[in-house]
């Protein structure tokens, strides 16, 4: 397990100005999983696994490594980052270069405390190599290896101290696409095999969907939402969240009935939300609808069976992506994107109907 509670952390920058980089960051995560920083660029991710790696010392809150309190503010207690058997890869990877694999590997065991034993560490290091597939690399210079090769390299030597616990810093973002999708897999499969408590930290909302556990969404410095992968991306509770994890149209619209089957009125229509959203009749909101979950149907086709919502609107353009066809379409007063299947395209100017699930109508409060 570890629990971070109340993280604190500003930084006067030279101008005077101060920032936030954690303004109350707290968690809770259980062994073996696999728990996702997902946010913007400067949000707080590298601050908060820094601080629980012990490079970053908060202002305020407390850090426990399972039963081990590493950080207590309070208690001016302050376990250094030698001895909280972490193990980290940077976003540079840090490799030495001018070191072979084998001495990069070997490198954490040879500078800690421990005195470990040549033999030991021979085999130790064996060990991690095998763990990213990189035997017979040994003798490599470091300087000589693939991007991936790094990759693994980096992961290795994090792995050789047997940590309690990974923190893994945008591990792939040095990484070509089709290099990052294959290395996620990997990875993944990886923490899995060894049960190790993993924090991920990237800014890429695919990633953090296709690893994680759970995923918490960063803003501002803080954990506006955290969750299983399907539940931030299918029920996200603001606007933010909604508009950081895949894409989504927003529907501005008023509450005319409240509750679990709600009714929001929007221009030239209603639409039925079967979400329960906590707000109140009047209130102003937003619906969030996923391009994926809207169904394009020729004006005049059959509605699909049910009390679906159904909007009437007309295609203004239509965009080739290969997998799919985007359509921009003008519809209760908004623009639409929907996504349809290539071979069911419509072009420009059609007279379409929009049908979407309650179901998938998210209600969000119109400020968050
Ligand atoms: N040593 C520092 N001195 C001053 N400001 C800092 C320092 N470290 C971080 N910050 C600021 O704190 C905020 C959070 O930084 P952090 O590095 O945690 O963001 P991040 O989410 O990791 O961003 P990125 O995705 O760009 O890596 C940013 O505004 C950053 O400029
Ligand atoms: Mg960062």
């Avoid at 970053?56 to 950080?71: K, Q, Y």
């Avoid at 809207?294 to 203004?316: L, Q, T």
């Amino acid at each position: 397990m570890l629990a971070a509670e109340a993280l604190e952390k500003r930084f006067a920058l030279h101008d005077g100005r101060i920032v936030n980089a954690m303004d109350g960051v707290g968690f809770r995560i259980e062994p073996g999983q696999l728990y996702t920083l997902l946010g913007p660029s400067g949000c707080g991710k590298t601050t908060t696994l820094r601080s629980i790696a012990g490079l970053e010392t908060p202002d305020s809150g407390r850090i426990a490594i399972g039963d081990m309190a590493v950080f207590d503010s309070a208690r001016r207690l302050l376990v250094p980052a030698n001895r909280r058997k972490i193990g980290m890869v940077f976003q540079s990877y840090a490799i030495w270069p001018h070191m072979d694999v084998y001495e990069n590997v070997a490198f954490p065991l040879r500078v800690s405390g421990e005195r470990v034993r040549e033999g030991d560490v021979a085999a130790r290091v064996a060990k991690a190599l095998a763990t990213v597939r990189m035997e017979g690399f040994e003798r490599r210079p470091a300087t000589r290896l693939s991007g991936g090769q790094q990759q693994r390299l980096a992961l290795a030597r994090a792995l050789v101290m047997e940590p309690r616990v990974l923190l893994l810093d945008e591990p792939l973002s040095n990484l070509d696409a089709k290099l990052r999708e294959s290395m996620r897999l990997e990875l993944r499969r990886i923490q899995k095999s060894l049960g190790i408590t993993t924090v991920y930290v990237t800014h890429d909302q695919t990633e953090a969907l296709a690893m994680s556990d759970v995923v918490a969404v960063m803003e501002n410095g803080r954990i506006v939402q955290q969750g299983d992968p399907r539940t931030i991306y299918s029920r996200p509770a603001t606007r933010f969240v909604a508009e950081f994890i895949g894409s989504t149209n927003f529907v501005p619209g008023r509450i005319a009935r409240a509750g679990a089957d709600a009714l929001v009125e929007i221009e030239g229509g209603r639409l039925r939300c079967a979400v329960p959203a906590g707000l109140d009749t009047g209130a102003r909101v937003l619906v969030s609808i996923r391009p994926e979950d809207i169904a394009v149907r020729a004006a005049g086709a059959a509605a699909a069976a049910g009390d679906g919502n159904r909007i009437a609107g007309r295609v203004v353009e239509q965009i080739f992506l290969g997998s799919l066809a985007d359509h921009v379409i003008a519809a209760g007063g908004a623009e639409f994107h929907a996504w349809c299947h290539p071979a069911a395209a419509f072009s420009p100017g059609s007279e379409v109907v929009l049908e979407v699930d309650p179901a998938r109508c998210i209600v969000l409060p119109e400020k968050t």
